[in-house]
């Protein structure tokens, strides 16, 4: 019994992993391992006091793998699957879905500062307001939105389980529908109401949209812990 005391208070008197200590003491390779294994742990929503406590377990680990001439890579394969292992072992599943609107405005923001910036771009290069397609700032909201929807829908489809999938024939054709119907009120608002928000937009114009979604984007991310544009869409929790 006295032998477990003295155990046990020697590990809470042993000094704790200095991880700046031990970072500059990775190779590139693992610098790079690390770097992009906090960078999938914080965007899964890992706290400060989660994320330290994988690195005091891992990068001792990491270190002694290096010696031995052995890549973190090679040891615990890509840094998204060690966090993903990580966070479900310790009762945090990654990206924990969000509310739907939540990831349709996200994903919104995202592709109006995709289509503010490629339409910027391209009016800067047109000879004429004829070449210019870009259109109002209501038409490319109600096309970037309405893409997010479809995404997020999209995304929610693939995590169902696939015996309680709608169809997705039925799926593809509404959706067709959909987009030639938001594509002809985008048209028609641009070529028949004459606002400052309808009228096709200067370039600078453009890129001031995109620059302001983009921060929009990168903000609700940070908040709400979102996953990325492309990232596969996680498991409900049972």
Known sequence: MAEKKQNKEAQEQAPAVNIDALLPELSNKNSDYVFKLRKFVKEAGATD???????????????????????????YGAPSLLADHILKSSGKKQGDKQPFWIETIDLGFSFLAIFSLIYGVMSFFAKN??????GGLVSLILMSFFAAVVFTYFNRWLDMDKKKRPNMFLIIIAGVASVLLVSL??????????TIVTRQMPAIAQLIVAALSYGAHFYLKRRFHLRNMFQTAPRARK
């Open 49 to 75: 006091a989660q994320e330290q406590a994988i690195l005091e377990e891992f990068l001792p680990k990491i270190l002694k793998d290096q010696h031995e001439g052995k890549p973190a890579a090679q040891v």
């Open 129 to 134: 307001s004829k070449q210019d397609a870009s």
């Open 185 to 194: 009120v985008s048209v028609w608002l641009t070529n028949n109401v004459d």
